[in-house]
């Protein structure tokens, strides 16, 4: 068996060489020889970002139960050591056992955001891999894609061979087996596309033809929309169904979590308590991608927590959802957690401040009083409406009311500029909001509150995606983003606020990459071979380069961006059925326009469609129970 | 009231690919090792508590260490054999701890105690030949300076040092080892990768610094003539 071979000094020469040595706690050791199913799972950026991602630990762990695969890691290298890798040809290689990634059965790529996709290439070249599906041959891996960003595929689609819709738990087992069978009847890797589309969540773009209208579409100078997505051979679906885990108490989960060497991002275990999100909010993809709503049960839980804690000895683990405050055990998951367990920290994404919260986070940071972090979205409550985000302002108000007399100092409020119907009023009502919390902080006794106070108000732009109620969304343009920064900026005079603001131009082009087609490949390629990776490092995202790129491609802004898509416009990714109807979704836009909000699932069912494509799921459950 | 601490000084040698992790990371490892073999730490007082644990003089990254030393302070009391056997089954590869001893209330720690170090430097066999002549023009040098980035009050400044005074000896012990013994103290600490880059300059090999593979053997005090290991300095138990 071939092992690549990197010689000390490289390891000694590139930055934090412990992202490229492997062997940590939990890394798992099989004898490759006889394995007759070979993975490489790449998260596609720095492996301290990439070894953060629970999903990646999930799948890595879920593959690796079966003993015929040996899944092992793979990730960006950093562009030191990539310097380093084509100077001395050093192939890209997999950290458990250094074994060359183009000699891997299989390439599995995760898409957790669309400012990783120069590095897929860059992956794919450094491992010597054909970037273009089409240029593989049997001695190629199969290269595979998935995860929320997934749901568009057609910006990757010229590069993938195969992508998996949805939650990888359930059909992969099968895919892997069906690939031993394959291999041992001495059947050739590109032949096995065709053997696993009746699975369901398998779409192969080389299976599917796009054809795009005549005439340039309305809003754009010379760009048409497509006309149809079809299927060019029978046995590929005109329909791709999303994969779901039917109940996550039966489901799989990593309770042996590899524990890196250098400090991740989130150095912590991490439990993933529900999946899903009964919110609506219109901007959000992974509301609805991650549908239907599903609980772990809290025992469940606390089960999994116990040998968690005892596989990593991690001193911190995270509790994880889409929204925390849904989980309907919370308060006991965490008083049971922390009498089992007095000395690990508990960490709290995304939750609402209440004399509840606050009080448990108290106990928690054991005297460390952190910041607190409020998404409120928007600046009034009628644009609030619009996103539908059910956040209040004096919810808002009174969570810092009692923040600021417990002792805490520091507030973060997080906003979209650029959401669609936003008006200069919308925008005030951001610095506003500032100021009313600075006044909550001036009207509380001196001797009741924290010394001092910061507020900091983050904006980041508005990015339609797809699968959300806003992916008719016009976008607006770099200059339009820079005006309303400007604006808002002028608005915050107050050295206790202090105001923070995103790049517009990365957000143009992540609404390119998002809400592209198979036409927008070209621009990924171009870019990377201007050079373009870790785009969404701020250090190594090149600008000009993109802007070059842009231009080379003759891609349309105007057409991809700018303009409001028409209702009966076809998606590029409308032959990925995601469970949640595109008429709802329809109607949530036409609501959001009107400024009409809609109840949360747990409230009211408003009919998304998920009801009538799967069988599981909190929308279920309550049916039943009203049944 | 302080409660009642175990103090253990622990050996431990740090190996294979492991010396690619840096001592902040190494911190880490045996924090959780400890934590995952159920072995509790006593933590400090105060705003940030953390565990008490304390190591000797770190190892520069890409170096390899034999005897390294480690001191825990224990919620409870452990069997000093079982203490070691715990957490080696908790310790990744390259990682292994070998020997523990109780440490008496008042014992000063390894870190103030190290005096010197003695490292075998593994050179490229292939110029063995040349070694002997290259050892004598570099221990000839009147002064062996390196440069290195120093703070000074706060802004980084290059700095050139005189780091022959810490030279204690340099001789080859086989065709193409040598063996150092150096300063190594909280004050002053010699780091080899730095003498060896002066070495293959003055050789006329540069492009040969970072060939050689450097293991620090033991960290030693030196009391009147004699030289004892840190871990002599306490008594079996």
Redesign the interface.
Known sequence: MKRVSVPDQVLLQVEKPARYIGGEVNSIRKDPENIPVRIAFCFPDVYEVGMSHLGTQLLYGDFNRNDNVYCERVFAPWPDMEAKMRELNIPLYTLETFTPVKDMDFLAFTLQYEMSFTNILNVLDLAGIPLYAADRTDEDPIVIAGGPTASNPEVLAPFIDFFYMGEGEVSYKEIFDRYEAHKASGGHRRDFLSKILDLGPIYVPAFYDVEYNDEPAAGAKYTPSIRSITPNRPDAPAKIRKDIVANLDESYYPTKLIVPYLQSVHDRAVMEIFRGCVHGCRFCQAGQVYKPVRFRSKEKVLALCDEIMKNTGYDEISFTSLSTDDYPWLEELMTEFHEKFPHVAISLPSLRVDAFSLGLMEKLAEGKKSGLTFAAEAGTQRLRDVINKGLTEEEILGGCQLAFTGGWDKVKLYFMLGLPTETEEDIDGIAKFGYKILDTWNNIPKEQRSRDVQITVSTSFFVPKAFSAFQWAPQSTAQDYLDKQQFLNGRIRNRKIRYNCHDSFLSTLEGLLARGDRRTSKLIYLAWQKGCRFDSWSDHFNEQAWKEAIEESGLELDYYNHRERPADEIFPWDMIDYGVSKQWLRREYEKALQGISTPNCQEHCSGCGMMKFTDCGLCFSERRGEE | MNPIRYQKRITFSKEG??R???H??LL??F??????AGIELVFSQG???HPQMSFAQPLS??VTGKKEYMELQLAADWNNQELLDALNA?L???LQVWECRNMPEGTKSAMALATHAQYQITLPAEYAQQYPAWLEAFLQLKEVNITKLAKFHGRKKQVTMDIKPLIQSLELSDEHTLTLWCICSNEQNLKPDRMMKVFWETAGHPELA??E?ICRIDLYRQEGEAMLTIMQLLAEN
Do not use: C, K
């Not at chain 2, 924090?31 to 995952?36: G, T, V």
């Open positions: 690919r492991l690619f992790i840096s902040l990371d880490r490892v924090q959780r090792a400890m934590s995952r705003f940030n508590p990254l890409g908790q990744p590869p390259g970072g060939q593979a």
